[in-house]
């Protein structure tokens, strides 16, 4: 099987714009999970969707958005971009008939804001 | 809630030397356990992980853990280290019966010197 796809790898955007980052999960795993990662805060949950619907979300700002498609596959959006934003974004998709008990991650997206 | 602390940020070692990468965990329920690595430019890739059972957890790459109850740590610990070990190491927990989302520590970078 495929593992899981990011794209783009890279990003550069200036502040107050908006982003917009894929995650294409492995074939027939329905979660997928975003988190930003960065030097000063390491990991951070941003949120879950699984079959279409937001199941769990981190504690970020409403300019994080996110949404599921009915192939499972998943974008989420920035909007109003900080300097603070710059990241890499990681994408991670289970399958529920494991347990939940490993999440798969994505290469990553490094979005750099200026 | 769960939280995770991992002791060092840094870890420099040797070539062949045995490593230690520590992590203590805080919860009132049970918990799932879980050690992933992060190579550069890559996603997480789970090392190991601790459900039930044994309390010392073999996992991939010669790695394995230890899980102790009473003092709350899972450590990470490998007897001999090779140059390709380098890398950034992440302690993660999530409680058996609640969300299925798990906390990551900050991470611990490996350094294996020649």
């Known amino acids: 099987k495929a593992g899981v796809t990011q794209t783009p790898r890279y990003l550069i955007k200036t502040r107050g714009q908006q982003v917009t980052l894929s995650c294409s999960p492995i074939?027939?795993?329905?979660?997928v999970s975003w988190y930003q990662q960065t030097p000063g805060q390491g990991l951070q949950f941003l949120f879950e969707y699984f079959s279409e619907t937001q199941r769990n979300k981190g504690n970020f700002p409403g300019r994080f958005s996110g949404r599921q498609f009915s192939n499972s596959r998943s974008e989420m959006n920035v909007s109003t971009l900080e300097l603070g934003d710059s990241a890499l974004y990681l994408c991670a998709s289970n399958d529920p008939g494991a347990n939940y008990n490993e999440q798969f991650f994505g290469p990553g997206t490094r979005l750099t804001v200026l | 809630a769960q939280s995770v602390t991992q002791l060092d940020s840094q870890v420099p070692v040797f070539e062949e030397a045995p490593v230690e990468l520590r992590c203590n965990y805080s919860?009132?329920?049970?918990?799932?356990l879980f050690w992933y690595v992060q190579y550069p430019n890559q996603g997480l890739q789970l090392l190991l992980k601790?459900?039930?059972?044994?309390?010392l957890v073999k996992g991939i790459n010669g790695f394995e853990a230890e899980f102790n109850k009473s003092q709350t740590y899972f450590h990470l610990r490998k007897p001999s280290v090779h140059i390709s070990d380098t890398a950034e190491y992440f302690c993660?927990?999530?409680?058996?019966?609640?969300?299925?989302?798990?906390?990551f520590g900050r991470g611990t970078s490996l350094i294996v010197h020649p």
């Open positions: 919860s009132s329920v049970s918990v799932y």
């Open positions: 993660a927990v999530r409680t058996s019966g609640g969300s299925y989302i798990p906390t």
């Open positions: 601790y459900l039930s059972g044994s309390t």
């Open positions: 074939s027939g795993h329905r979660s």
